[in-house]
């Protein structure tokens, strides 16, 4: 080894602590970049390996009831591969003991081939026997979200007849990676997908010869908005509710927005790691350089060439680098897998090929060692400029002035050791500069990463509480008279009721169309409330419609225009509609008209189709039995029992990002903290040395020291505060917003976490430092100079 | 004859330097009155900077006894002996070790703050000539008048004892003499003990007791006939 690299290893050793803390913001950004952008590709390669695997359909369509001689005239629909149709219906599901009535959703099956698209992978027992009555293969999650056993009975009401049917198998399909009734919330405990045998499904619904759900794969290149074009012209004449390509497919949809978050998560927070680990690694090279003055100035004066000597330096940073590197792949891996593991658990595939590639071990290190490189070369490009002579010499004392505020003439305001703290900070403006953005960095990491739990409450409050203030939904399988509403008022426990109608509409303007559903509601609905972000209540005007602004800017409509409404229910009127105004909603995709409007514009009477309730929490076991009753009360939702699961699934991923965000900050805040206290104490051990010697105890000197810390954290916390809040905003900017729209809350209780775990990291890094201090060889500096 | 303000009774230090140990004081026994001016000469490694560190509270014997007036030093915990320095003890070194952050005034002042009796900052200022450059920092000053600030600064307590390690070692001829005549006036003026460690041997003209160290003990002890003022010395 030649004697060079011995002094490396040397320095390295005898600066251990702050190169481990170093080494550890490194592995913090490393880690964290490798870890989100690898579960990102991850789920980007497996969501397509199954699909491909899975011949996951391109489009989708559901009609009321066609005829299974139109399937030839969608072979023929330009670009078509391959066709399917199938009846799908959903049911009132029932499970002894289980009070809230679920959903479930039957997929009539033929048992004996396997379907050309959308295959099932079996998970667990068998298929349907063929000819058996009654037996189901069940998706695996309802199956596991409610403990049930293979083999056991569930009970769904068929048409107003009560079905008892058995358990056999469980398996995934790409259909329903998410599986929700609608919403965007997770809902594996309420809601079922059953595939049963097709015959006995169309018979139970009269849909023999029929069919009511398309699916369709496109040659490779084939448009999907045209073949859905094709499929709804040719359903229009049976109901058709409009085709929707893969973009559109609810699972899908959802899948896609989290796998864009994941991405905008896998960047924009490591980058903001990389970069202040940038800073510390900038500032400790500069200082070790400069400290090491002397040593290069004989190195020079030996003979050896500048560029060795810059060598030397470089592998300093490179080992540093390397150890964060290494540090950082193992963190990712186990950041990737763990957040994989939390997919998972929401998104069901039969197999995750969870994998880092190489290129992101490569760009995460390459970041971290140019961002060294850059700090070490500055500070060495310094000191290799000096002769040999120069350098030999202690550099020039330092200069101080009076502060600003003491040539403002308040100097009597400070004590002697106020004025010893100012003045270091004002004499080293940039490097005062560079820690207190560095701390600043860690508080907005966190705030940037926590204020999620607000911004979910307030959301879950708004349109729980506010929006949607009913406790139970009633959506009907069929329009039914206005009269419903008494009828429903009556039930045991229903405190207040209110109806609404929504009906299934493609909505165009030019050439842009969007299918949603318009809601008619009463002028004096109070249960259902049209709300936006910032609370205030909206009405539809007689005669228009409002849309939900995300809509309106999809559409490209403003206030004013007209867009065309083409219903896919009833009598499919086809007409035009004034928009007359938006509404900035934080959720939803919605057309708003008053209910006696929407009735007048389908040309219907005073039909309803969704009623809202309010109930007594003591009477409901017993009005959702009367409800389970009901024929005509289709879908039967307890907002209670959404906002629980979602609660129970979010919470968990909150806690673990909270503490891996909190941990990666704290590392930070450490390692600015520690190493600048570290490079002061060397820099100052003489001066601190003297002055206890003079008699100033531990503590005082401690307080020098200290105190300049101190006042940084207090400068950067507040700092930090703002700058969390401004990454806030990017974040969300960042965020596909097309579902729903999350509001900028931060609760003080997120900003006092925030600066609590820095102080606490400060106050860490004191500790450590403090130590040094006390050990201050005070002998030492009574016959050294500076 | 007045009360002595050190005694130390067989005091030994040694030092541990990796596997060697170094016998740096070897059994020394010493008595030092109040307003005595005492020089301590001898070669480098004689053992008088660790004397003087003993005495002033920054390094205890290995084995042995020291008093302060009445308070025991050996065996005193590091508080205790920061609160000693803090009290009694004026150091002046080799290098000043001023606090280049602090103005000349606001250097002695980091002193009388935390004094229990001080002087005025101003008036310790005086004393060493440098009432006039009260707001310089240190990098704005000559090193003699550094020096003279150090002086100031150790002064300004009203220290017991004047405890000075080379105060002349990093200064010309003129300016080191000059700062011999303030220790000398401090001395005779304000009646302060005090020891001066020197390796140039024109200084102990101006001392009441010179105590010569070599190889760890006290190897001679003389008194000058007549006490000589730093004007009548020359090197």
Known sequence: ?786 | MSAPVFTARALTKIYRMGEAEVHALRGVDLEIRAGEFIVLLGPSGSGKSTLLNILGGLDTPTTGDVHFLEHQLTGAGEAELTRYRREHVGFVFQFYNLIPSLTTRENVELVTDIAAAPMRAAEALAWVGLAERLDHFPSQLSGGEQQRVAIARAIAKRPQVLLCDEPTGALDYETGKLVLEVIAKINAELGTTAMVITHNAAISGMADRVLRLGNGRIVGEEKPARKLTPAEISW
């Not at chain 1, 094709?230 to 989290?258: C, H, T, W």
């Not at chain 1, 060692?369 to 020039?396: K, N, Q, S, T, Y």
């Not at chain 1, 318009?518 to 228009?544: C, Y």
């Open chain 1, 1 to 786: 080894m030649k004697s060079l690299d011995r002094k490396l290893l040397r320095d390295l050793w005898s600066l251990k602590t702050q190169v481990v803390s170093i080494a550890l913001v490194i592995a913090c950004g490393i880690g964290g970049f490798i870890g989100s952008i690898s579960t990102y590709t991850s789920l980007l390669w497996t969501r397509q390996h199954y699909y491909d695997t899975a011949r996951f359909a391109h489009v989708f369509a559901t009609a009321k009831r066609a005829p299974a001689s139109l399937e030839q005239k969608f072979q023929a629909i330009p670009g078509a591969s391959e066709v399917e149709t199938r009846v799908v219906q959903d049911a009132q599901l029932s499970i002894p003991g289980v009070v809230p009535p679920m959903i479930a959703r039957l997929i009539g099956s033929d048992f004996t081939h396997l379907p050309g698209m959308n295959r099932l992978t079996l998970k667990s027992g068998r298929w349907p026997a063929p000819g058996a009555k009654g037996e189901v293969v069940v998706n695996q999650r309802f199956l596991e979200a409610r403990s049930l056993r293979l083999g056991q009975h569930i009970n769904v009401l068929l048409n107003g007849k009560l079905e008892r049917l058995t358990l056999v198998g469980t398996v995934l399909t790409p259909e329903y990676i998410y599986a929700t009734r609608g919403g965007g919330m997770p809902d594996d405990e309420w809601f079922a997908v059953l595939w049963v045998d097709a015959q006995s499904l169309a018979a139970a619904f009269n849909m023999e010869g029929a069919f009511n759900s398309v699916l369709l794969r496109l040659q490779r290149g084939a448009s999907p908005e045209a073949a859905a074009e094709a499929l709804d012209r040719l359903l229009e004449p049976y109901g058709g509710f409009g085709a929707v390509g893969r973009a559109d497919q609810v699972s899908d949809k959802i899948l896609s927005q989290e796998i864009s978050q994941q991405k905008i998560f896998g960047t924009v927070l490591p980058a903001i790691f990389l970069l202040v680990a940038a800073f510390i690694l900038n500032v400790v090279l500069h200082r070790q350089v400069n400290a090491q003055r002397a040593e290069i100035a004989a190195l020079k004066a030996l003979g050896y060439p500048d560029r060795d000597i810059a060598v030397h330096y470089l592998k300093f940073a490179s080992v540093i680098v390397l150890l964060g590197a290494v540090t950082g792949v193992w963190l990712g891996n186990w950041l990737g897998t763990a957040m994989t593991g939390l997919y998972t658990e929401v998104f069901h595939f039969p197999e995750y090929h969870y994998r880092v590639e190489p290129w992101q071990i490569l760009a995460g290190a390459g970041a971290a060692l140019a961002a060294a490189f850059g700090g070490a070369l500055a500070a060495i490009r310094g000191v290799v400029r000096l002769r040999a002579a120069e350098a030999l010499r202690p550099p020039a004392p330092a200069e101080f002035r009076p502060l600003f505020i003491e040539r403002l003439g308040y100097a009597g305001l400070l004590t002697p050791a106020q004025r010893m703290i100012m003045r270091n900070l004002e004499r080293k403006p940039l490097r005062a500069a560079i820690t207190v953005a560095g701390i600043a960095g860690s508080v907005a990491i966190l705030i940037s990463g926590t204020f999620w739990t607000d911004a979910i409450n307030w959301f879950m409050d708004v349109q729980f509480n506010r929006v949607q203030r009913a406790q139970v939904n009633v959506g009907f399988a069929e329009p039914v008279s206005h009269d419903a509403l008494w009828e429903l008022a009556r039930l045991p426990g229903v405190k207040q009721a209110e109806v609404m109608r929504a009906i299934p509409v493609r909505l165009r303007a030019g050439h842009r169309s969007y299918r949603t559903a318009i809601n008619g509601v009463a002028d004096d609905a109070v249960l259902l409330r049209i709300l936006d972000a910032e609370l205030r209540e909206s009405k539809p005007a007689p005669g228009g419609v409002l849309l939900t602004t995300r809509l309106a800017e999809r559409l490209g409509v403003a206030p004013g225009d007209e867009v065309v409404a083409e219903l896919l229910e009833g009598k499919r009127v086809k007409a035009g509609l004034r928009v007359s105004g938006t509404v900035r909603e934080l959720a939803g995709m919605n057309a708003w008209m008053r209910l006696e409007d929407l009735n007048r514009f389908a040309r219907e009477g005073a039909m309803v189709s969704v009623a809202g309730l309010l109930v007594d929490r003591a009477q409901e076991p017993v009005l959702l039995e009367r409800l389970k009753q009901m024929p005509a009360a289709a879908v039967v939702i307890v907002n209670r029992t959404l906002v629980d699961t979602f609660r129970e699934t979010s919470a968990k991923n909150i806690l673990f990002f909270t503490a891996v965000l909190s941990a990666f900050a704290a590392t930070i805040a450490v390692g600015v903290v520690y190493n600048n206290a570290r490079i002061q104490l060397a820099e100052r051990a003489w001066e601190l040395a003297s002055l206890r010697v003079l008699g100033f105890t531990r503590g005082e000197v401690s307080v020098l020291l200290l105190g300049e810390l101190g006042l940084e954290i207090a400068a950067a916390i507040p700092l930090g505060f703002l700058a969390g809040f401004w990454l806030a905003v990017l974040l969300l900017a960042l965020m596909p917003h097309e579902m729903v729209e999350f509001p900028l809350v931060i609760l003080p209780p997120t900003y006092l976490y925030a600066g609590a775990v820095v102080v606490a990291a400060g106050v860490v890094s004191a500790l450590i430092v403090r130590n040094r201090i006390d050990n201050l060889d005070l002998v030492g500096v009574l016959k050294t100079r500076e």
